[in-house]
């Protein structure tokens, strides 16, 4: 196994996995995607770091039902960033709070131990989603971002929308979905004249031609990430299949919500990349949701205004 601590001789942070992956590779003598699989492209990153015990330290108080207020405050004011965040988004418009909150208690009862616990988990991975994806997804600096923010949101909107009673896991499961996107780039990069061959001669999706060509996509790395991190089976799911729902099993609604949801993203345009506005809703996605003609249409709509409202929610 490689020691990437040893190899690189310095603390490894989110925004430098991609390098590190390429560099093993290379040195492995691995060029094409072809010649490893997803586990294999996995397990030559055992070393890949995990979330910060404080963020994992919040998720866990955010969970468990006899965690005290106080209890939260303490473990969030050792994280200055984290703070400062959860204030801004107390007091955005958003909320609308009649005076000002200026202290993480009170800013965690207003907002709510799940909200807090999505805060934390954006705020992250935020820096592990601002990077630029060039040649692959074609992605500039904050467009996935910005495309993974946006997507959060509108996803949060529908399960609320809809009565789905875990918004918050809603939000986490569309800020997270393409997460995939950051390690797959270099490979889609190397393959991409065949990827867009296959969606311009053969009418392929960008998703179906990556699989087609690499033997697996975005979502599928993704999804082992999200296993990494020890997410809940209901996120790993929503991460994997959220270009095809009808695959998912222990959520259906919740992968349905995602899969809506980042559809409408990129058809408002939110960080469109190489793989364009080709997406279509699913079918299963719509029956499980029961979701109509008419009520699709709404949904987008309003999604645009829910937007422009919730810009406040912006974290970086």
Not at 101 to 124: F, H, P, Y
Request: charged residues 25%; negative net charge.
């Amino acid at each position: 196994m490689v020691d990437i601590y040893k190899k690189f001789k310095y603390s490894v942070r989110y925004s430098d996995i991609y390098n590190i992956i390429k560099n093993i590779l290379y040195e492995m003598g691995v060029q094409n995607m072809a010649k490893i699989s997803l586990d294999n492209l996995i397990s030559k990153v055992e070393d890949m770091p995990i979330l910060p015990d404080g963020i994992n330290k919040i998720i866990s108080l955010a969970e468990d039902p006899y965690s005290t207020v106080e209890e939260l405050e303490k473990e969030i004011l050792t994280d200055q960033s984290l703070t400062s965040k959860i204030l801004k988004l107390a007091n955005s418009t958003y909320y609308g709070y009649a005076r000002r909150i200026d202290t993480v208690s009170e800013a965690a009862v207003l907002l709510g131990a799940q909200a807090i616990k999505s805060l934390a988990l954006a705020s992250a991975v935020s820096e592990y989603l601002v990077k630029e994806l060039p040649g692959g997804y074609g992605l500039e600096k904050y467009e996935l971002w910005n495309q993974s923010q946006s997507c959060a949101i509108i996803a949060r909107f529908i399960a609320k929308k809809l009565k789905y009673p875990k918004a918050e896991q809603a939000y986490v499961a569309g800020l997270l979905r393409d997460i995939g996107k950051t390690i797959l780039n270099y490979y889609v990069a190397k393959e991409y004249q065949t990827i867009i061959n296959k969606v311009d001669e053969e009418g392929k999706t960008f998703v179906e031609a990556e699989e087609e060509i690499l033997g697996f996509n975005h979502g599928e790395v993704g999804a082992k990430i999200a296993e990494k991190w020890n997410f809940p089976l209901s996120l790993v799911e929503s991460i994997r299949y959220h270009h095809s729902p009808e695959l998912s099993k222990e959520d259906p609604k919740l992968v349905s919500i995602v899969h809506i949801a980042d559809s409408i993203t990129m058809m408002l345009g939110v960080g469109v990349g190489n793989d364009g506005l080709s997406y279509k809703f699913s079918d299963f996605a719509l029956e499980t949701l029961n979701i109509k003609g008419e009520v699709i249409e709404s949904i987008i709509c309003e999604s645009v205004d829910y937007l422009n409202d919730n810009d406040s929610f912006n974290i970086i």
